[in-house]
């Protein structure tokens, strides 16, 4: 891409002073209306490049393509995917973007709270970054690079394409989605209407990587139903649907099974959510592990450290209720080695070293894997996520915007 002008910082700093974090106790698709604002953003973006069919439904989906520009009828329709919502976790409201410019090395001191600070010893991908230009927030918000880094990535792949036709490629879908980071990304996805044979997320961290194998994970929610009566005469007769819940969690080991105290394979049990009163107490867990025999092994852990809880409140009950959230993605990746293969080769050829991992998480692909769009996980240059240390740096950006370019052209070669 010798004598281009990139895009994707431009965008990228555009598309982060728009507010879209999603809710997770909200009932509405999207979860939350203002994601829509960036939506829209994007799909006026897509419409001057162009893509006349690009379209925003009504539950806050951009649908766009590219069309083929290749002589060959062969060639598979590949999707390029990213979530426009921002984690729950930390407000997205008022994003103050900063390039740091020509990275020196030292500390990050965000200026808007200078007790935040990006310190190279707790982030040892910055070593990487020497010389760099790195953008954070202010401090007193994340920054939003999960996932609008890879929104701007692909927007930048797609005007380049667009304005470079000799680069040949088969037929490009574009999709963006909210209510990722809640997990309901592909609820109200059309995927006959999507019309891709392989798909791939932008969404991930450091430089070369590419990610093919992700948790399964389930949600548990426990209802506990205490016997509930006047303080004042409660002796002998009151059990606290509180007491019961807190009696619950202290029996988790505080050594194991716990996201703070687990990594690379190992899997947890995380209580995200307490909430209740004597009578009724509700608690919420999200669940991990690689394979679905772990999963079924933490469920019904959990199950039997409530049912010996339990039996030191006698008149009480309780309900635990699992639902299926997404499954590891690897299972399906397995049966298709081409998208991972040319993912990995696309990643060469942008003069960077690939590295093939799993993800401590999920993404939007992990559904769509099994809706039927095998999809593997690209980076985005994304880093210390869902907080305000969050950063990312224009040249990582731009290698990502490379390997999408050469994604497309290494599926029409190969056809």
């Not at 470079?164 to 574009?174: A, D, F, Q, T």
Request: with cysteine; glycine share 6%; hydrophobic share 35%.
């Amino acid at each position: 891409m010798n004598n281009y002008t990139y895009t994707a910082v431009d965008r990228f700093l555009r598309y982060v002073q728009i507010d879209t974090q999603s809710d997770p106790q909200s009932k509405t698709n999207p979860s939350t209306e203002k994601q829509k604002d960036l939506s829209r953003v994007l799909l006026q973006e897509l419409l001057d490049m162009g893509l006349a069919d690009a379209e925003l439904d009504e539950w806050g989906y951009v649908y766009a393509t590219i069309l083929a520009n290749t002589d060959k009828t062969d060639v598979p329709t590949i999707c390029f995917c990213s979530h426009v919502d921002t984690s729950p976790d930390v407000t997205g409201a008022g994003v103050k973007p900063i390039i740091h410019q020509n990275w020196s090395g030292s500390d990050i001191t965000l200026p808007d709270d200078a007790t935040q600070v990006i310190r190279v010893a707790d982030h040892p991908d910055l070593q990487n970054q020497l010389g760099n230009d790195i953008i954070t927030a202010s401090g007193t918000t994340l920054l939003g690079a999960d996932n609008k880094a890879g929104l701007a990535e692909i927007m930048d792949a797609a005007n380049y394409l667009l304005t470079h036709p000799e680069l040949k490629h088969g037929r490009i879908r574009l999709l963006f989605t909210p209510d990722e980071e809640i997990g309901r990304g592909t609820e109200k996805v059309d995927i006959q209407k999507l019309g891709a044979d392989f798909g791939y997320t932008i969404d991930g961290e450091s430089l070369g990587t590419l990610e093919d194998e992700t948790f399964s994970a389930d949600a548990v929610k426990i209802t506990i139903q205490g016997v509930s009566t006047h303080p004042g005469f409660a002796k002998g007769k009151l059990e606290n649907a509180l007491k019961i819940a807190a009696d619950l969690l202290a029996t988790l080991p505080k050594t194991s099974l716990s996201p703070e105290t687990t990594e690379a394979k190992e899997g947890f049990v995380h209580p995200t959510r307490m909430e209740g009163n004597q009578d009724q107490a509700l608690l919420e867990f999200i669940i991990r592990d690689f394979t679905e025999v772990g999963l079924q092994e933490k469920e019904t852990y959990l199950q039997n450290q409530l049912n010996d809880v339990l039996v030191n409140y006698p008149g009480s009950s309780a309900e635990l209720v699992v639902k299926e959230q997404y499954r590891n993605m690897k299972d399906v990746l397995d049966q298709h080695p081409a998208v991972v293969d040319n993912a990995l080769e696309a990643i060469h050829r942008a003069g960077l070293s690939a590295n093939r991992r799993s993800i401590r998480g999920g993404t939007d692909g992990s559904r769509l894997s099994f809706m039927g769009l095998p999809c593997p996980n690209i980076f985005a240059g994304e880093h210390a996520f869902h907080s305000r240390l969050e950063w990312v740096s224009v040249q990582d950006m731009h290698r990502a915007v490379d390997v999408i370019v050469n994604v497309a052209q290494v599926w029409e070669e190969r056809a």
